[in-house]
């Protein structure tokens, strides 16, 4: 009865907490929203992250919500580069395109299956050059720059190659925010096995796990990410480089939660319920997972919280220097790799950080949301909390 | 028949990191005791005296350090206990059960009934599917008075003596010929007592088991025992049939014991 008790209180815990806590629920409202627009990218995206807009290089953000000629609503006004150096850009007076919700744009599969057309927004207009020309087909396969494309709508901007920094962002994210979790789960995988091992061996067995994860542990981290990588070749598909990515990182992120693990096995380990299933000869390793992994369960939800952010940042690292994702593929890493490469270029462009801050916000919403968590299962920090 | 001959265990001292030697202290000293099939085997002493490392060393948790212990099952094989084979202890296994102390230590609180009676029964000669092992569990449940509804509940749901019956029932999963019980009521309260003994009581004729029944409750080891070992100090100082040792018990220790028993004036 304890037991049930103790659940029904923990998920109004839950709830009570978060609306104390707004910090923490804003978290949970800002990385539930990036989540789901991950899941839906193709369609809040107006362009494919690799649509190019010739003579929309390096342009600021171009939505605008009022005109004499339209009104209120949310339009764009055509702009032409004036001067090649700073890419400074000129408004066209009285041509204004509305953007519409809903509107016709390239041809996409959401989720790789279902054909669509339709984006959340975008304009109709066509897109027309500095000449006067309408833009033909750049690529010839893709139908949709066959017919022309319209003229684009740059929410956060477009970078050196004119492509949407908002539509990539969007893309980005299937990397960025997918990195931590298959990230975590393989570390924690290797974590639950090595540390329970050594916790419930002890000895030897002991002795060795710990001293290698201490190995790894005292080479500074990025040295030894660098130097994994840089053993492995450099030319993968992006799909590679992203399994190889995830390994690296998790191969480095281990020992410290393996650490924690293991003292606490080697803890609870000494339960009469440990001894009776000894007892019964159920093996080592299905011991460890079935009866001793879910005593902490709450300790394991609040380190794979506070890791996530950990693997997203080291992805962003890697692809910054270079060694991560690299063109076609897009991670918010990989963006501020590409774009970022200067002070003076930061000054000019300063559009170019929203991927950073986009990595900001899921960092931070974790950390908050991590706090939480805590917060809830760990009863020293609430006692500390109440007292 | 268990069979107990010159057992001897000793556990290191905790000494310092620098201290010359290891010192150790003798749990059990050249302990001889047998049990034979069918009987019911009480052991009693003060706290400290043995008895839960003579229980733990006869199911094969600890190894002696000295003396054999050896076990003969229905069927007439020998079989040695505490030795590494994985085949001689799976063997053992579905001989010798043993149930502890305190149910809310011994049965792991996140888990179900069904997967607490299940998860050793998985590793044993007899499983034969989840199927199987499902009807098992709760012809085991029911054996202790439990019913099917129990199955999904978890240990912190149930009263101290329930979950006595649970780990009871687990014990009986494997359908064992022996049970070690290391005072198994001595967790609980004086009216659930009563009501676990006669349940182990019901057992004992129902299933033929043997039993070695631990205690340091002496009203309980007489009532309920064929014969009685007293410990003390790690080392067995008097053996007998239950009635006699309460009527006449021999050795002082036992004495004492028996003059330590409160005495409740007659009623009236």
């Not at chain 1, 009865?1 to 629920?25: D, F, K, T, Y």
């Not at chain 2, 044993?124 to 199927?131: K, L």
């Not at chain 2, 009635?243 to 005495?263: D, F, I, M, S």
Request: proline share 5%; with cysteine; glycine share 10%.
């Amino acid at each position: 009865m304890a037991e049930a008790a103790g659940r029904v209180g923990r998920s109004a815990a839950l709830w009570q907490r978060l609306r104390a806590r707004p910090v923490a629920a804003a978290s949970l409202l800002v990385l539930v929203l990036l989540y789901g627009a991950m899941l839906f990218a193709e369609f809040l995206a107006p362009y494919a992250p690799t649509t190019t807009f010739r003579h929309h290089t390096h342009q600021p953000p171009t939505l605008g919500f009022h005109s004499r000629e339209l009104g209120f609503g949310p339009q764009v006004q055509h702009r032409v580069l004036v001067d090649e150096v700073t890419r400074r850009y000129a408004r066209i007076r009285g041509q204004h395109y509305r953007v519409r919700l809903f509107a016709r744009g390239e041809p996409y599969r959401l989720w790789g299956l279902v054909p669509l057309r339709v984006h959340l927004f975008g304009t109709t207009a066509p897109y027309v050059d500095e000449e006067g020309a309408t833009v033909q087909a750049a690529s010839g396969a893709d139908p949709w720059l066959g017919t022309g494309q319209a003229y684009p709508v740059f929410l956060l901007g477009s970078d050196h190659l004119g492509r949407d920094i908002f539509s990539r962002i969007l893309y980005g994210s299937r990397i960025s925010l997918t990195i931590g979790f298959i990230g975590i789960s393989i570390s924690l995988s290797l974590a639950i096995i090595l540390g329970g091992l050594a916790g419930y061996y002890g000895g030897a067995v002991d002795w060795t796990i710990m001293r290698f994860a201490e190995f790894f542990i005292l080479i500074p981290g990025l040295y030894l990410i660098l130097f994994l990588r840089s053993i492995l070749s450099y030319d993968w598909d992006s799909g590679q480089s992203f399994v190889v990515i995830t390994a690296i990182l998790s191969f480095v992120s281990w020992p410290g939660t393996a650490r924690l693990i293991r003292g606490m096995v080697h803890s609870i380990k000494r339960e009469d319920f440990i001894a009776a299933a000894q007892l019964q000869g159920i093996p080592a390793l299905a011991i460890i997972v079935t009866q001793i992994v879910p005593q902490m369960a709450s300790i394991l939800i609040v380190s794979v919280a506070l890791g996530i952010p950990g693997f997203i940042l080291g992805e962003t690292v890697l692809s910054y220097l270079g060694l991560g994702i690299t063109d076609p593929a897009v991670s918010w890493g990989s963006m501020l790799n590409r774009n970022v490469t200067s002070l003076s270029n930061l000054r000019a462009f300063p559009w170019f950080l929203y991927p950073g801050v986009a990595l900001v916000l899921v960092t931070l919403a974790f950390n908050f949301l991590g706090d939480l968590l805590r917060d809830i299962f760990d009863p020293y920090h609430q006692e500390r909390a109440r007292g | 028949m268990l069979t107990l001959d010159a057992v001897s265990k000793r556990f290191a001292l905790k000494a310092g990191y620098f201290a010359a030697a290891r010192r150790h202290v003798y749990a059990v000293r050249e302990v001889s005791l047998r049990i034979a099939a069918g009987e019911t085997y009480g052991l009693v002493g003060e706290s400290g005296s043995g008895k839960t490392t003579t229980a733990r060393l006869a199911v094969g948790m600890y190894r002696p350090d000295g003396g054999a212990i050896t076990y003969r099952d229905r069927a007439g094989d020998l079989h040695e206990v505490g030795r590494s084979g994985a085949r001689a202890r799976r063997e053992l296994r579905t001989r010798l059960a043993y149930v502890f102390q305190d149910p809310a230590r011994s049965l792991n609180p996140r888990m179900r009934v069904e997967s607490i009676l299940l998860a050793g029964l998985r590793y044993t000669a007899n499983w034969r599917g989840v199927e199987d092992g499902r009807s098992r569990a709760l012809a085991a449940l029911e054996s202790v008075g439990l019913a099917a509804r129990h199955l999904s509940r978890r240990p912190p749901d149930f009263s101290g003596g329930q979950r006595q019956r649970v780990a009871i029932a687990r014990a009986l999963m494997v359908q064992p010929e022996t049970l070690i019980c290391d005072e198994i009521v001595s967790a609980l309260d004086v009216s659930i007592r009563s009501q676990i003994l006669d349940l182990l009581q019901h057992l004992r004729r129902e299933l033929g088991l043997t039993l070695m029944f631990i205690s340091h409750d002496l009203a309980v080891v007489t009532y309920f025992c064929d014969r009685v070992g007293v410990m003390q100090d790690g080392r067995l100082v008097e053996e007998a049939a239950a009635r006699e040792l309460a009527a006449n018990p021999r050795h002082g220790y036992t004495q004492t014991l028996y003059a330590a028993v409160p005495k409740l004036p007659a009623p009236g």
